[in-house]
């Protein structure tokens, strides 16, 4: 078989591996790589910086629970003017438990949505739905945060006041804090519905790249279609599925907007004791403390306790991301969508 040329393939002679013009690519693409990764770096130690003066005047018991959150951000705000004798104080175990427990619950219930919902819109839909169902998905990712914050205040929340919080229950808890519909659940609802579009584009794309001749194979030995896709196409996306986890687990804790508007602007830890009710309990995560803050962020040390709320966010956000990759590597030999 007569060897390939540069001519006879198509390929011009001035585009070899020696060439000069790619090696100034090369450069240039690895120095933008490493100028974001210098970036993120130069971000998080910068915050850590102005964060640690709250860091360091709490000890571990910043992280803890004690007292009334909102009290001492309103003591740390009313701080005098010398800086002998800044206030720091803080517990803040209520907000950190909120972003927890509220970003937590949306990861889960989005991540079992998008996984039926893209077996649907890829191996059941009939193709007229589907040309319908992606591009409103891929608009639903698009829709401002704010504009779900109008609609959880003027829909969502009344609804969940009028219908599902009940005379006893707001007794039951009046000494305590005043159920309105601002709460819990109506940030969930609301968050959920915010991070499922991007979930459901990557696993749509991850489902469509599964080789066909898998799903044949399966098929061919006599399963129907659903155990298939279940048993094939699912367990060969497994690394995508983790990897939309991990970007709506960072797009849920830093969400501000619409949190601030619906979870109930209230330092309170809900607690799962209280069963059911505490769904229905108003709560504050972090990132909307920072935006209910920044006001006060002129005050040295109200300042440094909010760069300490964005540090906790960011450092959150990388601990996932590399959690992410790490299953995502131990998934990979499994079948495709790791990288």
Request: charged fraction near 10%.
């Amino acid at each position: 078989m007569p060897s390939l040329t540069l001519e006879a393939t198509g390929i011009p002679e001035e585009v070899e591996a020696g060439d000069p013009t790619n090696r100034r690519v090369e450069l240039m693409l690895g120095a933008l790589a490493s100028a974001v990764l210098l970036f993120i770096a130069g971000m998080i130690i910068f915050t850590l910086i102005k964060a640690w003066p709250s860091f360091a005047n709490n000890g571990l018991a910043w992280f803890g629970a004690g007292g009334n959150v909102d009290q001492q951000l309103s003591d740390i705000f009313n701080s005098p003017a010398d800086p002998a004798d800044y206030v720091y104080e803080l517990r803040a175990w209520p907000l950190i438990w909120s972003t927890i427990l509220i970003s937590g619950l949306s990861v889960v219930f989005a991540t079992f949505i998008a996984v039926f919902s893209s077996i649907f819109i890829v191996h059941f839909a009939p193709t007229a739905l589907q040309k319908l169902i992606e591009p409103v998905v891929k608009y639903l990712a698009a829709v401002p945060s704010v504009v779900y914050g109008l609609i959880g205040i003027l829909v969502i929340v009344p609804w969940i006041n009028n219908n599902l919080i009940t005379e006893q229950m707001r007794a039951s808890v009046a000494y305590v804090i005043q159920l309105d519909g601002s709460s819990v659940m109506a940030a969930t609802m609301i968050l959920t519905v915010m991070i499922l579009p991007i979930m459901i584009a990557l696993i749509v794309d991850s489902l469509r790249a599964v080789p066909l001749n898998w799903r044949e194979g399966a098929l061919a030995l006599g399963v129907n279609k659903w155990r298939a896709v279940r048993t094939v196409s699912v367990r060969a996306i497994r690394p995508a599925i983790v990897a939309a986890a991990v970007l709506a687990t960072a797009r849920a804790l830093g969400e501000a907007i619409m949190l601030a508007m619906v979870a109930g602007s209230i330092g309170f830890a809900p607690n799962p004791f209280d069963g059911i009710l505490f769904l229905f309990e108003p709560s504050r995560p972090l990132a909307p403390s920072i935006l209910d803050g920044e006001e006060g962020l002129s005050v040295v040390p109200f300042g440094e306790t909010m760069y300490a709320f964005g540090f906790i966010l960011i450092v959150s956000c990388v601990f996932f991301s590399f959690s992410g990759w790490a299953i995502r590597q131990s998934l990979s030999r499994y079948g495709i969508g790791a990288r």
